[in-house]
């Protein structure tokens, strides 16, 4: 089966594929690594069995690549659930294979109540996947199963006949050799290398510190430290024990980390997916598998996402940082933003509450990683408050200072009260007494009306803020009644007198009114009987009556009483109501 030949399942098995390795290992080359192994793939039919070698990895008998970062990581893994073939199914979906590494990842020790690897794919349903030989059993069980006791009494016989410096080369040439023969039959040489005396164990491990490239380092040292080392220290040398405890505890930590972080952001897919190089990359294209892969959902994720949460807390806590909690600052900022996207909010304050001691211990880096994930994901969390979510809210109350900016421009956007009114009893806090986020947001159209609503709360003197004032020039008239509500009176005079023919009556009238007690009102007095005569009926009185508030006023209108009875309107009255007003102030 060529690629042209790939259904959509397949196709997104492969990308799985691509998906996960580029996550667990994010380094340029062990990328490039899954890329080469997802378009190898592409061209071969399934079903896929995978098995795992020292060096190298076999598919359908062939090999698809030598161990780089990446396959070796998988290897390694494998080895230690005593993993000799992994058969992938056609049609297996993107989350049966998800589901199957992160079981990969976990420490055997951890599968033995549930029968190995193959007994936990089987208790979570894993579909399309099958595993051969993966019963976990203990170090004396893997003697007795992988081969004869003789065999484990010649090889230790052999050893013990040779200097330590030698022996560790003979110990290394058997194993090479029986682990190609029979991946199970390394427990023979976990169990030879515990009869060994301190000397020889010591040369085995110091040879194997020296020996990186064929595999076998991290294969046995992966296999020995994965047993229960406290029940080993009556046949381990001290020195001996101790280094397995360090390259445990690195080893299954980085490894936790590196494989769960991965698979808790599905987006990592999508991200991935446009990155696969060649034949693939035009395959999913020409499928248009985009919204498929969009729908893959990762039931069950919420049972093991707190655990995966506290590994990171632990991390953390490292002392020193270096490139491990490097690594994981990176992958706790993406799953932090990744669950914000999805909508796991709840998910979301989980990880804002395991990168505490990175809070305290690296403020500045905590802080720079939460701004960056608040300004990304802060429109997400706008759209979930207003649809009423409360998770939501507790997120962009933490949130809402560190994008204060886009917080703003997004006002407009509530259109739900409940979500306006709170987020308005909040604004204040996140601004802290800052306005300029505010002004600066005047620019987005829609939010101006909610935008000054928000800035008249506020109390503060904008006489001389030339952003508000230029809103005077605003299509809408609500807009403009607004900024004259704020700071219609210091605004100039000439300023207020264009406005005083304004299509909206309510403009008009406020305009008028900030004249009447205008700084320089006397000189617009005059104006505002012009506009008093050609006012409307039904204004008139109103816009008189708001001349007479200033002594100003009431000497303008007594001085020109007869004149203004000529020109406002018949119904005498209404002038003998406001001459009467007048004449009693």
Request: include cysteine; glycine fraction near 8%.
């Amino acid at each position: 089966m060529g690629t042209d030949g790939l259904t959509p399942s397949e196709a997104a098995r492969l990308l799985g594929i691509a998906w996960v390795g580029s996550g667990l290992y994010p380094d340029p080359g062990s990328q490039e690594s899954f890329r080469r192994v997802a378009e190898q793939l592409a061209a071969t039919p399934a079903p896929l069995d995978f098995q795992p070698m020292p060096t190298d990895l076999l598919c359908n008998g062939e090999s698809i690549g030598e161990l780089g970062g990446a396959l070796h990581r998988f290897t390694d893994a494998a080895f230690r659930h005593d993993v000799s073939i992994i058969r992938i199914l056609p049609g297996v979906d993107p989350y049966d294979l998800a589901q199957f590494l992160q079981l990969v990842a976990v420490e055997p020790a951890a599968l033995a109540g549930v029968g190995g690897l193959g007994g936990a794919v089987r208790a979570r349903d894993v579909r399309g996947i099958e595993v051969g030989h993966s019963q976990l059993l203990t170090a004396g069980e893997r003697a007795d199963a992988a081969s004869p006791g003789v065999e484990v009494d010649l090889l230790v016989a052999r050893l013990l006949e040779t200097l330590p410096s030698e022996s560790s080369a003979v110990f290394l040439e058997e194993l090479a050799s029986m682990v190609e023969e029979q991946p199970t039959s390394v427990a023979a040489y976990l169990d030879a290398f515990t009869r060994l005396d301190e000397a020889t164990q010591e040369a085995i491990i110091l040879r194997l510190m020296e020996d990186s490239e064929s595999g076998l380092q991290d294969t046995f040292l992966g296999q020995l430290s994965g047993h229960d080392l406290a029940g080993l220290q009556t046949t381990l040398s001290p020195r001996t024990a101790e280094f397995l405890s360090d390259y445990a505890g690195y080893a299954d930590g980085a490894r936790q980390l590196d494989a769960e972080a991965a698979l808790l952001d599905p987006e990592s897919l999508l991200t991935f997916r446009s990155e696969v190089a060649g034949r693939i990359e035009e395959r999913l294209s020409e499928l248009e598998l985009t919204e498929a892969v969009k729908t893959v959902d990762m039931p069950g994720k919420a049972s093991w996402t707190p655990a995966v949460q506290e590994t990171m807390r632990g991390m953390f806590l490292v002392e020193d940082r270096g490139d491990r909690v490097d690594r994981a600052i990176r992958a706790w900022s993406r799953l932090l933003g990744a669950s914000i996207q999805r909508g796991s909010f709840a998910e979301a304050v989980g990880w804002i509450e395991a990168g505490a001691p990175l809070a305290e211990q690296h403020p500045s880096v905590f802080d720079g990683e939460i701004e960056g994930v608040a300004e990304r994901g802060i429109a997400s969390l706008f759209s979930s408050v207003n649809a009423g979510n409360d998770s939501a809210k507790v997120l962009l109350d933490r949130f809402g200072p560190l994008a204060i900016e886009e917080a703003c421009r997004l006002l407009g956007e509530l259109t739900e009260p409940p979500a306006r009114k709170w987020v308005s009893s909040r604004l204040p806090v996140w601004l802290d007494g800052e306005i300029e986020p505010l002004l600066a947001a005047l620019e987005s159209h829609e939010a101006v009306p909610v935008l000054l609503g928000e800035i008249s709360k506020l109390d503060l003197d904008l006489s001389g803020e030339r952003r508000i004032a230029d809103l005077l020039h605003d299509d809408r008239a609500t807009v403009r009644r607004k900024v004259l509500e704020m700071v219609g009176t210091s605004l100039p005079i000439d300023t207020l007198g264009g406005l005083l023919d304004d299509p909206s009556s309510d403009v008009r009238m406020l305009s008028f009114r900030a004249m009447s007690v205008h700084a320089e009102r006397e000189r617009a007095l005059p104006k505002l009987a012009e506009v008093l005569q050609a006012a409307p009926a039904n204004e008139q009185v109103a816009l008189a009556s708001l001349m007479t508030q200033t002594t100003e006023g009431q000497s303008f209108v007594r001085s020109r009483g007869s004149g203004l009875r000529a020109y406002l309107t018949a119904d005498g009255r209404r002038w003998r109501e406001l001459a009467g007003q007048v004449l009693r102030r």
